[in-house]
């Protein structure tokens, strides 16, 4: 649980309050490894799923409103989505592989 910060100042001009730091080696992001080693595509009525390196243990299909339609525990490098029973729209996949979780929008 996080406790709530208290932050009170004075009118005023207040300088050197607040420092930027530049550093030039250093990279902001999340996990781009991760999403980069993850394919989504679709292929026909299929909802395809691809790393290159890692299993994926588990895939969760979501629909617009967030309801849970699939879940699937391919433990393998690809795994397929037949949608082909599913009406048109936009999905969501939240894909897990080692412990770390990847959400994909996808559309049918």
């Given at each position: 649980m996080r406790k709530g910060v208290s932050f009170t100042a004075n009118e005023?001009?207040?300088e050197n309050r607040f420092e930027i730091r530049y550093h030039p080696e250093t990279v902001l992001g999340t996990s781009a490894s991760l999403?980069?080693?993850l394919?989504?595509?679709r292929d026909g009525?299929?909802?395809v799923v691809k790393s290159p390196t890692k299993t994926i243990s588990e895939v969760e299909l979501y629909d617009a409103s967030g309801r849970l339609l699939l879940k699937l525990k391919p433990n393998?490098?690809?795994?397929?989505?037949d949608t082909?029973?599913?009406v048109n729209g936009t999905y969501v996949l939240k894909?897990?592989?080692d412990g770390n979780v990847v959400t994909k929008k996808i559309i049918r």
């Amino acid at each position: 649980m996080r406790k709530g910060v208290s932050f009170t100042a004075n009118e005023g001009l207040t300088e050197n309050r607040f420092e930027i730091r530049y550093h030039p080696e250093t990279v902001l992001g999340t996990s781009a490894s991760l999403k980069e080693n993850l394919i989504v595509y679709r292929d026909g009525n299929d909802f395809v799923v691809k790393s290159p390196t890692k299993t994926i243990s588990e895939v969760e299909l979501y629909d617009a409103s967030g309801r849970l339609l699939l879940k699937l525990k391919p433990n393998h490098k690809e795994t397929r989505i037949d949608t082909s029973n599913f009406v048109n729209g936009t999905y969501v996949l939240k894909i897990k592989q080692d412990g770390n979780v990847v959400t994909k929008k996808i559309i049918r």
